[in-house]
């Protein structure tokens, strides 16, 4: 087990749960919002506004990072969280889902999934070997495994299909990341951050570890000379070769050193069919991961058969690990998902739909650019105690957008991402205070 | 005089010297670094990064903020200081450079000048008198005389004309404001901030007082009934027709009073032409303004005649009264022309040099793109000490430029801010510790 989770709070009446996630950058306080930095940034928060905010895990996208700026760079200069000067805990997606839904799919085989760059046609190949290996790359405290993601709607076979290979990747994705690091028990991967900050993942310096040429191959990582280092622990580390470091070099050379092996989560897929869902959670169980997503979902099912679903394959699911609803969703969502059973959230809702100026209140969706806002001096969402409420007006926002300024998207982002962080935070207290059902209902009231 | 300025400090070799200029929304300790808010927002940063940075002083664009959202929508919503969430202060242009240099220009006459939108292409005429009022309605600290621009190069005749039309601009700009708002003493301008926080100008509630109509006509100011209120003067204020608030009205009723009446400044022109700044200067000197800005500089003469004409003309303008040479510079001209007498700076050159990712560095510039930073995990300056380099590498600033992800500008637009407003730091404390030739030497020296 690459991380820790521990139930510190159940609903009596309904799914839901209230834990706490053990990753090397960090604990985490579930259920949790996961703002999405595609690029290695939540478009338009500095890091230290995403702090602020109380964010408490960041989602990247490995299909965009490996592309630009290159998952060696990331490697090369640290890994992700140094890369980006974020120190807290990040999850990255396998890519499987941009390489998908971005239409640049080729053609999906049994070794691996080929794909063009969206940025310059270039042609490129994701295993799930590979797509263990760049998110080892980039060093983020959870990885996913490569999935197959059937566009909706979809034929029954068509699923069934993906079901099949995505049980089958995950086994692979697996025994690779097994194979490149030996799974240490689940208190030493309670590492400090001191060690991990700063990753660098020697045995990923082998050249064309990914490259654009089709390739089921896995070299076996080499035998290296264990580097006794005070600040870590050795036990599922990746080594490097380099000697031990110097009292001076010390900071420098502990970069050069290897981080925990992150979780890993497998992806249960199989649509809204109950059966396919049963049969992809059933594969996955037996290959035991940290945590378990539930994929292709919210991709234009209706919303009922949604949490039909959710609730149904959360069931499936081991009480004692993490359960990720991915790319979900409105705000309602989040309760209505946390109530069944789902600890882990991702969605690039709150900052695209800021971007566009849709901005999330306690009233209901305002749209910031509509001219009955120009002279408004109330703030976004009066309820609101976020920093744009206390200082901005609806006014001024408003002119912002109109005026394409960047400040308009700014504060929107901020805004939104209050706006979920601090539902979920409430979500939380309920649960932590026995309040669940009382404010569960009372969001069902919401306009 | 709307508003009082104290030297505290003067070098003993050159004209440069420290003090504090009074106004509404606070002190600005001098010589001060004003960033450009063209249209109510320094692009890319919140008013708290602003804060953070130490800037003390914005400046706003009349042009732009009268044509988007509207002046009479910022009056309506209690004036700049409260739209933008910025109750420090604010100095406003006046309109003139851009209406002139957007290109816009249709006709300068004796009356004032014709312009187009930049958004629209719509008519729209700004006399002195309407520059004032707009001003007015914004709320600026400091507020400026329209001036006539010419464009360099340029001929005698044509600064000869600008010279002549810009002083009498002048005249009737500062007509214009003591008709609307009575001189009060310098003592009194020194009003709490309680007073003028969200002010609006009752005055300034007559329908088109500013309409896209040329019109040389000013109303003089109906009579009203002061206003008792324990908060501010009634002396040089705008007052209201509105009954005295009842105690439980204040917080709101208090935006319906007036502010203490603006500092106006008016600008020597002339070109290099020391005769020419000479007669513009003594024109605007017996109109006696509460600053003088130096306008028609580093608009393409060599930069050493920018330097002489500066001097020459500080010279020529009144010890007691701040010193505002427009639109300059690079922050070798701010040590340049604080030597020569200058107290205050505006110049977009830190915040748009950063969007187009340039910034300044203890070593120079940095063109951030460069391929050369791909891998360059040292902060933007290693020298620097702002919040950007303690957080972040060339490598992952590089990457968000190539991205073309917002946080890019963000964070080089904070960095060269205080790269500015350090620097700007720097030569005052310099100043008041009598080390300002040894910083001038220094600076010099630097790449």
Not at 86 to 103: C, R
Request: aromatic share 6%; with cysteine.
């Amino acid at each position: 087990m690459g991380l820790r989770f521990e139930i510190v709070a159940e609903d009596a009446t309904t799914g839901a749960r209230a834990g706490l996630l053990h990753t090397p950058h960090g604990i985490v306080e579930t259920p949790v919002f996961m703002p999405v930095g595609t690029a290695g940034t939540v478009k338009g928060m500095t890091q230290g506004q995403l702090e602020e905010l109380g964010v408490q895990i960041l989602l990247a996208n490995t299909y965009h990072l490996y592309l630009r700026p290159g998952h060696e760079i990331i490697r090369e200069v640290g890994g992700l969280h140094r890369f980006m000067g974020w120190p807290h805990p990040i999850l990255t997606d396998s890519g499987g889902f941009q390489v998908m839904s971005l239409k640049s799919l080729g053609r999906v085989t049994e070794d691996g999934v080929w794909f063009k760059s969206h940025l310059d046609g270039s042609s490129h190949f994701f295993s799930p070997e590979h797509a263990v290996e760049v998110q080892l790359a980039l060093g983020a405290d959870i990885i996913m495994t490569l999935d197959e993601c059937v566009e909706y709607p979809y034929s029954h076979e068509a699923i069934h299909r993906a079901v099949k290979l995505t049980g089958r990747w995950a086994g692979r994705a697996k025994e690779k990341l097994s194979a490149i690091s030996p799974q240490p028990s689940a208190s030493e991967t309670q590492a400090s951050e001191q060690s991990s900050i700063g990753n660098r993942q020697s045995a990923m310096r082998e050249p064309s570890a990914i490259s654009s040429q089709p390739s089921a191959s896995e070299e076996p990582p080499s035998p290296q000379p264990p580097v006794p280092s005070p600040q870590q622990s050795p036990i599922g580390n990746r080594q490097s070769s380099i000697p031990a470091p110097s009292p001076l070099q010390s900071s420098i050379v502990n970069r050069q050193l290897a981080i925990p092996a992150p979780a890993l989560f497998g992806i249960v897929q199989g649509g809204v069919d109950r059966d396919l869902r049963r049969e992809s959670a059933e594969g996955l169980l037996e290959l035991d991961f940290d945590g378990y997503a539930l994929g292709g979902l919210s991709v234009g099912e209706p919303k009922a058969e949604m949490y039909e679903v959710a609730e149904y394959t959360a069931r499936l699911l081991p009480r004692n690990r993490p359960r990720y609803l991915m790319g979900v969703g409105t705000p309602e969502d989040l309760v209505e998902c946390v109530a069944r059973g789902i600890d882990m959230f991702d969605c690039v809702m709150p900052t695209r739909n800021a971007r566009n100026g849709c901005v999330f209140t306690s009233q209901g969706k305002v749209i910031i650019k509509n001219t009955k806002y120009a002279r408004d001096e109330s703030p976004l969402d009066p309820a609101c105690g976020c920093p744009v409420c206390g200082r901005y007006s609806r006014s001024y926002i408003r002119h912002l957008f109109v005026a394409g300024e960047m400040l308009g998207a700014i504060l929107a982002t901020q805004h939104n991402l209050h706006f979920y962080i601090d539902r979920m935070r409430k979500i939380r207290q309920s649960l932590l205070f026995g309040a669940f059902a009382e404010f569960h209902s009372r969001v069902r009231a919401e306009p």
